[in-house]
């Protein structure tokens, strides 16, 4: 006999088997020797009193023995003389999409600008150390997209987008761990992802499928309205009706490419700020109540919304036990980002704060598709002069940063690149700036002990999501314009998130397949 419950225990309960089974025998009154297994569903961290809880639904085996049920890769076909299907990016959304494909009987045919995943490594240590920024190669692009080397977060809140527990399951058949399914907030870790990227690839090639590295799309081939395949910067052209486009964030040599070609593209407001990075053992303080967290808590995260004078500024990408990373995807600019290994061990905690773009924002760009775009590049150049034209970020201690004063000093931060003192009113747009200034003290007043010259402050954060929309139908995916073209994920406006882009990436391909079968 099985029983679902939901309860809270204390952390110490909840990491201990036999104390849970304690607890549940004596809460609900059912004999000790009775209760064969407990299996963890569901958990989460209820921080919200003193007294810490850990939130669990357990299924309870009762006089049953328990096997866990085997994970499996769906039942893969041979693809390899099928009809193709152009998926341009290796992220989320184009590997998904390319499983997608195989397992309703389409070739995917996957072409990514940057490297297999460990040949990015060499040039993310360039970047780092040299300050050396590969266009193709970067935290950006590459095999895996921004995901594998920043982060590999899995949490979503597009629940409605598409059937989430699936790509999890995916997820764990090509080799995560199972509490990705249990977590609240579920995570890989940026060390283990590579290998999970690795085995996806490994699958599509092995079924017939094509992955092309170093591969960067430079045209559209299109014949009366309707998508006829991709060209290379090599000069290949590979041919196929349908075009999967799931570019990410930062493909504007894309953007700009559908804009020059007349492919209606819009402008879409986002978000940009700064990278925080505060002592982890101080956001445990702060959202633990405690000056030790202890054994049976993890780094602490936190999540965090204000309203300042009418726009909102909050907390974006946060990585608790993290590391702070240069994510610029082409010379001439600084862009920031954060990271956490699976055990998210590191001394310090980082997120960006970023405040809404308003189209009344980026309008001093003009009306143009790519205004938005515009208005991003302007920030980020602007940091990189200041940093000293390389990938130093240019810095402030954080309550030096409200008063609008220069930091005498800086300590040492995760960011390998480095900082240089800058009061950064001289690199972020006024509004930008005044609205961080304010927001930071209204976040002090509501997590007592974050509002202090411990944390520093770094120049910029402007990659949140897409600064352009490419509009598609709602039944069909398809571009509005372009027949055969599916907008897809994060750099399309529709995902944003590993998780959701790998939903987006699958429900593009099953709208492609459809429209070849009929």
């Known amino acids: 006999m099985q029983q679902e419950i939901n309860f809270q225990v204390s952390p110490e309960t909840a990491a201990n088997t036999e104390a849970l089974k304690h607890h549940l025998s004596r809460e609900k009154g059912i004999p000790f020797s009775e209760i064969r297994h407990v299996e963890i569903l569901k958990r989460s961290i209820d921080a919200r009193q003193k007294k810490i809880k850990v939130n669990l639904r357990v299924q309870l085996y009762l006089q049953e023995d328990f096997e866990a049920e ?19 990016g ?12 195989i397992e309703l009987g389409k070739k995917p045919i996957v072409i990514e600008r940057g490297k297999d995943v460990r040949a990015r490594r060499r040039d993310l240590k360039k970047l780092n150390i040299e300050h050396i920024v590969n266009e193709d190669s970067n935290y950006c692009f590459g ?109 504007r040599d894309i953007f700009t490419l559908l804009y020059n ?22 956001i445990d303080q702060i959202q633990y109540h405690t000056a030790h967290r202890g054994e049976f808590l993890p780094p602490s995260a936190y999540s965090i919304v204000k309203q300042v004078e009418g726009r909102g500024v909050y907390s974006f990408c946060m990585c608790p036990g993290g590391i702070i990373a240069p994510c610029a995807t082409s010379p001439g600019e ?62 402030q201690r954080l ?40 927001g930071f003290v209204e976040f002090g007043k509501s997590m007592k002990g974050y509002f202090t010259n411990e944390a520093v402050v770094h120049a910029t954060e402007s990659r949140t999501s897409s600064p352009v929309r490419i509009p598609r139908d709602p039944a069909t995916l398809e571009h509005v314009q372009i027949k055969g073209l599916y907008p897809c994920g994060e750099g399309a406006g529709y995902a944003g998130g590993i998780v959701s882009a790998a939903v987006d990436g699958e429900k593009c391909a099953e709208k492609a397949v459809l429209a070849l079968n009929n």
């Open 70 to 88: 085997k994970i499996n890769k769906p039942e893969y076909k041979d693809v390899s003389a099928a009809q193709p299907v152009i998926i341009v």
């Open 90 to 101: 290796a992220g989320p959304a184009g590997l998904f999409a390319a499983l997608r494909c």
């Open 143 to 251: 095999e895996g997209g921004a995901g594998t080397y920043s982060d590999g977060k899995l949490y979503t809140r597009s629940k409605k987008r598409g059937d989430v527990n699936r790509i999890l399951e995916l997820f764990v058949a090509f080799g995560a761990t199972r509490e990705i399914m249990v977590e609240a907030h579920p995570h890989i870790g940026t060390n283990k992802l590579p290998a999970i990227i690795e085995n996806i690839t490994k699958t599509i090639l092995e079924l017939g499928g094509e992955v092309l590295f170093n591969a960067r799309v430079v045209d559209f081939e299109v014949k009366n309205n309707e998508m006829q395949g991709v060209q290379l910067l090599d000069g290949r052209k590979i041919a196929a009706k349908k075009v999967i486009l799931a570019t990410g964030h930062s493909a």
């Open 261 to 282: 070609k007349n492919i209606y593209i819009e402008a879409k407001p986002f978000a940009l700020g700064v990278r925080v990075e505060h002592p982890q053992s101080l």
């Open 334 to 395: 600084i862009v920031t980002n954060g990271w956490s290994p699976s055990k998210r061990d590191q001394a310090t905690a980082n997120s960006g704060i970023v405040v809404e773009i308003k189209p009344s924002d980026f309008a001093i760009f003009g009306d143009s598709p790519l205004a938005a775009l515009k208005f991003q590049q302007e920030v980020e150049k602007k940091a990189w002069l200041a940093g000293g034209k390389t990938q130093t970020a240019p810095a």
């Open 399 to 438: 309550v030096d940063f409200s008063k609008g004063k220069t930091s005498k000093n800086l300590p040492q931060t995760s960011y390998k690149p480095g900082i240089t003192s800058v009061e950064l009113g001289e690199v972020l747009p006024d509004f930008v700036h005044k609205s961080l200034q304010k």
